[in-house]
């Protein structure tokens, strides 16, 4: 899932996805605020880091 998430960084900073479409895959990663899956939560840091 990491590789898939750092790919959709990617594609984000060549302008090759939109702003609304990263706003959408950061809402379905947290899913429910209140508690959000581990799993998750690491993989909206690998996108975080990945974009800067």
Same mark, same amino acid.
């Given at each position: *899932?990491?590789?898939? +998430?750092?790919? +959709?960084?990617?594609?984000?900073?060549?302008? *090759?996805? $939109?702003?609304? +479409?990263? /706003?959408?895959?950061?809402?379905?990663?947290?899913?429910?605020?209140? /508690?959000?899956?581990?799993?998750?939560?690491?993989?909206?840091?690998?996108? *975080?880091? $990945?974009?800067?």
């Amino acid at each position: *899932m990491l590789g898939n +998430i750092r790919f +959709i960084g990617e594609l984000y900073k060549e302008s *090759m996805l $939109t702003e609304r +479409i990263m /706003h959408a895959c950061i809402k379905k990663l947290i899913g429910e605020f209140q /508690h959000p899956e581990e799993e998750n939560v690491e993989a909206l840091c690998k996108l *975080m880091s $990945t974009i800067g």
